[in-house]
């Protein structure tokens, strides 16, 4: 699974995973992070995610990675802003108040460019990676982050039902990943309504995350 993979699934508009609200978890489950307004808060691969919508609808700051530059053109769109958009290092940045989208190879994404941020809420990176590619990713979001908390969302289901993406990663990966850096604490377990994709049976877990 490469870059291509996605680029490909944006053009055909095979986009499943973008949802029509914001996530019911991350509404329920997002003042367990205890940030104050106007907190700045990263998205990695999010898409064009309404969640992005409801975080600054809530008086926050975002900042987003995604791979595919048509998504975040329709994001922008959706929002109905115009975006600035500039050149930095190997990504282009797309800005305007209260927002900002680094476009390119999340790996490409340094601490430096990226800035501070006061949490992470992952709720289509992780699950969207192949097991060999998780981690890097793992290690690279807490080092870009300075290990700012993190709000994360997991699928668990059979993994021999579905191919994948989206992954099934259960606690005892997330604990893998995770727990040199951070005190993973399990906040919720919830059903997926019909299941995964029509396919089997799967639960959404919600995770927050917090430095030892």
Not at 86 to 95: E, I, K, N, T
Not at 192 to 210: D, F, I, Q, S, Y
């Amino acid at each position: 699974m490469d870059a291509n993979f996605w680029h490909a699934k944006w053009e055909r508009n095979e986009i499943g995973f973008h949802g029509s609200e914001a996530h019911s978890l991350l509404v329920e489950h997002f003042d367990a992070l205890a940030l104050p307004p106007g907190s700045r808060i990263f998205l990695p691969l999010c898409g064009k995610t309404l969640d992005i919508h409801w975080l600054l609808a809530q008086g926050h700051r975002v900042v987003g990675a995604e791979l595919s530059p048509l998504a975040i053109q329709q994001l922008f769109a959706e929002l109905g802003v115009e975006p600035t958009v500039s050149r930095v290092g190997a990504l282009d940045r797309y800005a305007a108040e209260g927002l900002d989208v680094y476009v390119g190879d999340i790996f490409d994404l340094t601490a430096e460019i990226l800035g501070p941020v006061d949490a992470v809420y992952d709720r289509a990176a992780l699950v969207a990676l192949p097991h060999t590619m998780r981690p890097r990713y793992t290690a690279h979001l807490a080092a870009i982050t300075r290990e700012a908390p993190q709000l994360l969302i997991c699928f668990e289901y059979d993994q021999s039902q579905h191919a994948g993406p989206p992954f099934s990663i259960d606690a005892e990966e997330v604990r893998q990943h995770y727990a040199g850096r951070f005190r993973p604490t399990l906040l919720a377990h919830v059903d997926v309504e019909g299941g995964l994709k029509g396919k089997c049976p799967a639960t959404e877990n919600v995770w927050l995350l917090r430095k030892d």
